[in-house]
Nanobody, 117 residues
Framework: QVHLVESGGGLVQPGGSLELSCTAS????????MGWYRQAPGKERELVAV???????NYADSVKGRFTLSRGNAENTVYLQMNSLKPEDSAVYYC???????????WGQGAQVIVSS
């Protein structure tokens, strides 16, 4: 059973920065991706950034150049550094681990990000 613990988020003014972190436990499979999705009220959940454990990092076009996904010293921890935040970045951000072979998703509890003046 994969368990994800998120931290970070909060209220920030436009142009500000926030960092989210996610630590996973219980990963017993070898091919997986780890990253962040977000969901704003009334909208579908969308990809923000994802890193494959043996491959590249992918970003949504809307966050390229502003957000950076990085891995911690332990492979089961990822950080999302969010800079130059805009009001349209406001959403609940969910950490995700995807078992690529089994096509199974596990989700964190969500972290609220509000960008407002």
């Amino acid at each position: 059973q994969v368990h994800l613990v998120e931290s970070g988020g909060g209220l920030v003014q436009p142009g500000g920065s926030l960092e989210l972190s996610c630590t996973a436990s219980g990963i017993t499979f070898t091919l997986y991706s780890m990253g962040w999705y977000r969901q704003a009220p009334g909208k579908e959940r969308e990809l923000v950034a994802v890193v494959f454990n043996r491959g590249p990092t992918n970003y949504a076009d809307s966050v390229k150049g502003r957000f950076t996904l990085s891995r911690g010293n332990a492979e089961n921890t990822v950080y999302l550094q969010m800079n130059s935040l805009k009001p349209e970045d406001s959403a609940v951000y969910y950490c995700n681990v995807r078992n690529i072979v089994a096509r199974r998703d596990d989700w964190g509890q969500g972290a609220q990000v509000i960008v407002s003046s």
